[in-house]
């Protein structure tokens, strides 16, 4: 399970490339800066009455499913046949495309496990700020601890308070890392339409030139 996931974010790592050279882009930066606004997000946004998290859990939910259907359509599009007599420019382009739909493939598997485990920790955050039952579980779990550790009983309280922290630090930077990763789908795809599209035209012409 654990492999299976490291796969799939050293995939969607490898998308990060110059076009034109080839050249692996380096992306610390961008998680780097990710983290940071999470921290920010996490010490300035109110999340006690849970409504925010309710909205972006609803729009999530949402984009997961718009993802699957770009899978399934990847998935079960036919694969365009190599033809034959093309010239290069034609070939080039036909294998791009190829290599565009499977990184546009591992992108959204990518976006998938970084919105289900955002979508977890958001359930925990619901969970954690309700006023039922639920909440009444996480009242036993801080009075078992502050059992524990007696001769510390601010200590309890610190430890939650910076447990809460932490949660929320990591759901905001996967909400931002899902979020960026699904505008780069979306604008990846429309770019391998257009080109599809493109590239069809540009055969039919050449077609009609043989044919002419």
């Known amino acids: 399970m654990l492999s299976r996931a490291a796969k799939i974010v050293s995939d969607n790592n490898k998308t990060f490339y110059d076009y034109r050279t080839g050249k692996r882009q380096n992306i610390s930066w961008r998680i780097f800066l990710a983290i940071i606004v999470s921290v920010v997000l996490a010490l300035i946004v109110n999340s006690d009455d849970g409504t925010?998290?309710?909205?972006?859990?609803?729009?999530?939910?949402?984009?997961?499913?718009?993802?699957?259907?770009?899978?399934?359509?990847?998935?079960?599009?036919?694969?365009?046949?190599?033809?034959?007599?093309?010239?290069?420019?034609?070939?080039?382009?036909?294998?791009?495309?190829?290599?565009?739909?499977?990184?546009?493939?591992?992108?959204i598997s990518y976006f998938n496990l970084v919105s289900v485990i955002c979508l977890t920790i958001a359930i925990t955050i619901i969970m954690s700020v309700d006023r039922g039952r639920v909440a009444e579980?996480?009242?036993?779990?801080?009075?078992?601890?502050?059992?524990?550790?007696s001769i510390l009983p601010q200590t309890v309280g610190k430890i939650m308070l910076w447990a809460k922290f932490v949660q929320e630090s990591v759901f905001y930077f996967l909400m931002i890392e899902s979020a960026y990763t699904f505008s780069r789908v979306v604008i990846r795809v429309n770019y391998m339409f257009e080109e599809k599209l493109r590239l069809q035209s540009n055969l039919a012409t050449d077609a009609e030139s043989r044919a002419g």
Do not use: H, W
Request: aromatic residues 14%.
């Open 52 to 107: 925010f998290v309710e909205a972006i859990i609803t729009l999530f939910a949402i984009l997961i499913g718009f993802s699957f259907s770009v899978m399934f359509y990847l998935v079960s599009a036919p694969q365009d046949a190599r033809e034959t007599g093309l010239s290069l420019e034609r070939q080039v382009m036909q294998a791009k495309l190829s290599d565009l739909s499977k990184e546009i493939f591992q992108n």
């Open 137 to 149: 579980y996480f009242s036993c779990i801080e009075e078992m601890l502050r059992g524990i550790i």
